[in-house]
């Protein structure tokens, strides 16, 4: 159903009206964590302030250790709808089981599934049971040919407004947190029918390589880029390493649209 045999033209995804896929990329920025109404509200009026119309935040954090900060939960996704709709935002932010999938439609306008949940079956079924946009992120070690087959369990259930993200994969490269497979993109986009994201975040863990490698994916033909932006990332519960701060997060944002109107 994904593939691009089946259907010629690109798939739209539609977020509160806002159009994924249609050739001008999108953008998703936000913490990595929610972690107050204050962060979240801060975070909101940076984005709103450029008139861009997404923003992510994690509420249920995958983390690597179960001693460290696990988010909010639905406390989280309260937050992220109220700043949302004080600014006019679409919120997309992971759900890590079926068993929140329906509360959190309540809050959510995106279901994030995450790179450690793109082989749970049970939550791509379930989530291809709703009539929510789905971003899909690639697995740490998923071929591309997995990453279609778990865009084909969502789809297969009847719901077709998926958008995949990029985030880089396991390699045995230590420079960055993981490798973007920046080629992905294309393949992705001549394989199946849908936008083709590229989180600069996760796959670089490397604020200095956020502006090249965002540079990079809209040269290649991504549809969106995701990255993660707090109001001080020093003191973030998750991700400090990674995140801009809003003079970073202007800086990228300008000189992207900059490079967007030259090539
Ligand atoms: C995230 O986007 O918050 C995240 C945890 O990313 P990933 O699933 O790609 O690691
Ligand atoms: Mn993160």
Redesign the pocket.
């Known amino acids: 159903l994904v593939s691009r045999k089946r259907k010629k033209e690109d798939t739209i995804v539609n977020v509160n009206g806002e159009p994924i896929g249609i050739g001008a990329p999108s953008f998703v920025f936000g913490p ?1 964590a929610v972690e107050s109404y204050e962060q979240v509200d801060a975070v909101g009026a940076e984005i709103a302030k450029k008139g861009l119309k997404l923003m ?1 935040g ?1 509420a249920y ?2 983390r690597t250790s179960p001693y460290d900060f696990q988010g909010l939960g639905l406390e989280g996704l309260k937050i992220l709808k109220e700043v949302g709709q004080k600014y006019g935002l679409g919120i997309v932010s ?1 759900i890590v089981t079926p068993t929140h999938l329906e509360e959190a439609l309540d809050y959510v306008d995106v279901i ?1 599934i ?3 949940n793109m082989q749970n079956f049970e939550l791509l079924k379930a989530a291809g049971q709703t009539n929510k946009p789905v971003l899909l ?1 690639r697995g740490l070690a998923a071929t591309i040919d997995e990453f279609i087959h778990a865009a084909e369990y969502i789809m297969s259930k009847g719901n077709e407004q998926i958008i995949l993200c990029e ?1 880089g994969i396991r390699t045995y490269e230590k420079a960055t947190r993981n490798t973007l497979d920046i080629s992905a993109v294309p393949i992705l986009k001549q394989e199946t029918h849908l936008p083709v994201f590229v ?1 600069v975040t ?1 796959s670089t863990g490397r604020r200095d390589l956020l502006l090249p490698c965002a540079k990079a994916a809209i040269a290649i033909g991504a549809d969106g880029v ?1 990255a993660e932006v707090h109001p001080d990332p020093a003191v973030a519960l998750s991700d400090s390493q990674q995140q801009m701060d809003f003079e970073t997060f202007d800086a990228f944002y300008d000189t992207l649209q900059t490079f967007m109107k030259t090539h």
Do not use: T
């Open positions: 990595c992510r994690g954090k995958p992971e994030q995450g790179a450690r992120k985030r989180d996760h995701m």
